[in-house]
């Protein structure tokens, strides 16, 4: 436990906007003092971003459900000829695309799966050149770095070979899932089948010198420790003080509801102030990432407009569908308008501000360009 000159030194330094130590980090944890911790981070958000608060206008699009990891973590996946598995082909990515046309201001479409026993790389490639010629002025968001390890494995092939190719063909981004705990004993656990963090953070890195953006992530409220969740934060904002190339941060609290995991350790949802208390550290910790998103999908929209409050500066999008996260058992809807969501920014006294993936204001007028 920390002691009281280690907690009000955390505290002096929280407030004051300065670096803070893993120890201190612990502190302030340990402290409980919410209040406080909003106070500190809505002062580091706004000394980011000031009074705005982004969003997009996304289009998700999660390929398949059938995946060799058979993670504990994972709801959303099935093993190869079970009932409920799908697999979007070459046609079910066209509707889905011709859909998205008409959408006014549509900026990004963001692109996750499984990882597929027998789909080969060009099944993935294929998709991104499609995605590309349908929409050229969209940005492509997609694969995290488990999926883009997983390319490279199956191909023999080096990562940096696959972003190559992923680039070429029109990827704009890799999204931060993927990221869970950097701990090999916790991944040793939840999903002993995917990138080690070693290879995560190795493909984050090498994104980053390719020119690709990229997000980082944390999911947590599972058998991690405290303390390695902080560390898990360190770990991001050490690589990023190396790179520069982490444009937003995103927490993603555990939903155990249908997975091993949350059955073999009767885990259950963490709470509203726990979230909240994360949200505050993340954006304290992570003081060189200049966005922390509040994922509504995830979160709630309630806690998520909470969050604001908290320290996130960013709601994510209008996201369309998303299949992953329902799976384990959120009860969010699908998607939501442009008008909802900034009548819920304006609510918090922030000033919405719709964005490219690259963090670039669009107004109503503008047609989003993709590099």
Not at 137 to 146: D, E, G, K, S
Not at 173 to 192: K, N, Q
Not at 306 to 330: M, N, S, W, Y
Not at 339 to 350: D, P, Q, V
């Amino acid at each position: 436990m920390a002691t009281e000159e280690e907690i009000l030194t955390a505290r002096a330094k929280a407030s004051a906007g300065e670096r803070l130590t893993l120890g201190d980090a612990m502190a302030l944890y340990e402290d409980n003092d919410l209040l406080s911790l909003a106070t500190w981070a809505r002062a580091a958000k706004e000394r980011a971003s000031g009074k705005n608060v982004y969003y997009t206008v996304n289009r998700h699009i999660n390929l398949t459900n059938i995946c060799s990891s058979n993670c504990p973590l994972c709801a959303f996946q099935v093993e190869a000829g079970d009932a409920r598995g799908y697999v979007m082909e070459t046609e079910d990515i066209a509707r889905v695309l011709e859909q998205a046309k008409p959408i006014r201001g549509l900026s990004e479409i963001h692109i996750v799966s499984a990882l597929h026993p027998d789909k080969p790389f060009s099944y993935y490639e294929n998709i991104v050149k499609q995605v590309h010629e349908a929409l050229p002025n969209v940005a492509i968001q997609a694969f995290t770095p488990v999926e883009i390890v997983n390319f490279a494995k199956i191909t023999g092939k080096s990562v940096k070979e696959i972003l190559t190719i992923l680039k070429a063909d029109g990827l704009s981004a890799l999204p931060g899932g993927g990221a869970e705990i950097l701990s090999d004993r916790v991944r040793e656990i939840i999903c002993p089948k995917k990138a080690t963090s070693a290879e995560w953070l190795d493909c984050m890195k090498t994104a980053q010198e390719l020119g690709l953006q990229t997000n980082a992530s944390m999911m947590y409220g599972h058998i991690e420790t405290v303390e390695e969740r902080l560390q898990h934060l360190i770990t991001l904002r050490d690589l990023q003080d190396e790179t520069h190339g982490f444009q937003a941060f995103m927490l993603f609290p555990f939903h155990p509801a249908h997975t091993k995991l949350g059955e073999e350790y009767h885990l259950q949802r963490t709470g509203s102030w726990e979230d909240m208390k994360m949200m505050a550290l993340s954006r304290l910790i992570l003081d060189n990432i200049p966005h922390v998103k509040a994922f509504w999908v995830m979160l709630t929209m309630p806690i998520a407009q909470l969050a604001l409050g908290f320290g996130a500066d960013d709601l994510d999008g209008t996201i369309g569908e998303e299949k992953i996260i329902h799976a384990a058992g959120a009860k969010t809807g699908s998607g939501i308008t442009r008008a909802k969501l900034e009548a819920i920014i304006r609510e918090t006294g922030y000033e919405p501000v719709e964005r490219d993936t690259y963090y670039r204001p669009l107004t109503s007028k503008e047609e989003p360009v993709c590099d």
